[in-house]
């Protein structure tokens, strides 16, 4: 553990997450010059690369690739038995001296992190995309020894109830890569829009992709923007954001959320829908409310075949060993009142209707392991049978965590009152349309992934956690900035730190040197000093409770 001076150190960079081990001389420093090269192998070089187009622009450097015996940058892929042992599959050492630095580690992945260290320790003017000094682009001394806690350490983004432009998202992937997290949960259905084409299906982005207009605020007070709104991504633009975030070592996890949440999938297509349940409109629209709606896909061997046919294209675009499916928040209602809904759970010998959804959660298991990926679902799917393998996200609380574990299956913490980032982060009237309770910085940071309900054999079944950023309220990248950051900063400190390391006053005088950086990016974080005007949205009140 770093000592009290060299925390101290520590905070003066602002390192963010902070590193297991550190040594630091200050007081030396190595110099970015004309003559620093890039020196790397081929299992190195696509780092080199991105740390070139990383500090390139903003330095006005060649970063030539190149051997020097001094003055250099140096990347390392080692083999395990090499000093690098231990370090694990995503860990590094960082040696930086008068003459240069050495990036070392077992994997790229690893080295990746280490190449985002490094950045981080030059002054916050490099993470601009155009030089506006000419230096001296120094970088203290210092030795560091690095890795995660957790193997998933995860932000879902839901562009189904705001859609972000496929630019917006690559933004957000750097982002993300800037604070080590290596997860981008992607919820790109929902009753509010479609944003996923699939080509055997054309309407479901033609007719799924857009509503007529938006609600103005939570739900309760019933008031809507009167416009329309709406977007998707080609099968091209999936193809090139996953390939953007592989190259940052971040796995894109996607997300089609049935049987519920799919009213944008029965606009689309009206015969998904239970057409024979009273009050069911004979031309269903795409959701223009928030909350849980009846938009529920009904109980027929061909809507089933609809789903086995829209995952093989998931499948095709998505490497993600982790498929999302969804399988929560869903109504019964539209069962209970279908009667060929039940006359399907008769035939298939299910207790009740609620039993139609572990149903087609199991059969969608069972498609997905065909392909050799595995269902990853809402903690709702506990609450049934779950399917062999299947991979649980705990939302309601720990409750379903523990739960799968218990059972043998991996869970991935993101429980709402701890890691949602649409919730309010004060009591300041200014909040934008304030929902939930307070979550604040503090809130955030203190959050521990492993419950303590587990034993240790238990909790070796945590992946780790993701911090879940909803927009129904969350309109633009711009909002995304302020909802997220910097309580995604403290999030990515808790899935990558020793919670023993953990001290929230120290962690905060480094997010004031981060902050900075922040800055030189263009992020429109939130101040610890509150919302500023235009961060506001009166026009659009919340509900918090």
Known sequence: MPTPDVIDDLADLGLIPEPREVEVAVRLRFTLTDATVLDADERSAEVAGWLRSALGPATGLPLRDGHSPGNAITLRVADPATNTAGLGPEGYRLTVTTSGATLEAETSAGLFYAAQTLRTLLPSAAFRRAPISSGPWDVPAVTITDRPRFGWR?????????????????????????????????????????????????????????????????RRHDRFDGRPHGGFYTQDDIREIVAYAAARHITVVPEIDVPGHAGAAIAAYPHLGN??????????????????????????????????????????????????????????????????????????????????????????????????????????????????????????????????????????????????????????????????????????????????????????????????????????????????????TAFAETVWSDPRDRDFDDFARRLAVHERRLDALGVEYRRASGPLPWQSRPDAPGWPR
């Open 154 to 218: 995860g932000a879902l983004l839901d562009v189904a109830r705001h859609f972000l432009p496929k630019q917006d998202v690559l933004r957000f992937i750097d982002l993300i890569a800037l604070h080590k997290l290596n997860v981008l949960h992607l919820h790109l259905t929902d009753d509010q829009g479609w944003r996923l084409e699939i080509r055997r299906y054309p309407r479901l982005t033609e007719v799924g992709s857009w509503r007529r207009e938006s609600p103005l605020g939570d």
């Open 275 to 488: 057409t024979d349940s009273p009050n069911q409109p004979d031309q269903p629209e795409v959701a223009t409310r928030w909350g849980i709606l009846d938009n529920v896909l009904n109980a027929e061997e061909s809507t089933l075949q609809f789903l086995r046919d829209v995952f093989d294209e998931v499948v095709e675009l998505f490497p993600s060993k982790h498929i999302g499916v969804g399988g929560d928040e869903c109504p019964t209602g539209p069962w209970e009142n279908s009667p060929r809904a039940k006359g399907h759970i008769a035939e298939r010998e299910l207790p009740d209707a609620d039993a139609l959804r572990f149903w087609y959660v199991a059969r969608l298991a069972e498609h997905l392991a065909t392909h050799g990926r595995v269902l990853y679902g809402w903690d709702e799917i506990c609450d049934g049978g779950l399917p062999a393998d299947a991979v649980v996200a705990s939302w309601r609380g720990i409750t379903g965590a523990i739960t799968a574990a218990k059972r043998g299956h991996d869970v991935v913490l993101c429980p709402e009152d701890q890691v949602y980032l649409d919730w309010r982060q004060s009591d300041d009237p200014g909040e934008p349309t304030p929902i939930g309770k307070v979550s604040s910085l503090a809130h955030v940071y203190a959050f521990e992934p492993v419950p303590a309900a587990l034993s240790e054999s238990e909790a070796q079944h945590v992946l780790g956690a993701q911090c879940n950023i909803w927009t129904e309220h969350i309109d633009s990248a711009r909002a995304v900035d302020y909802m997220a950051f910097p309580r995604l």
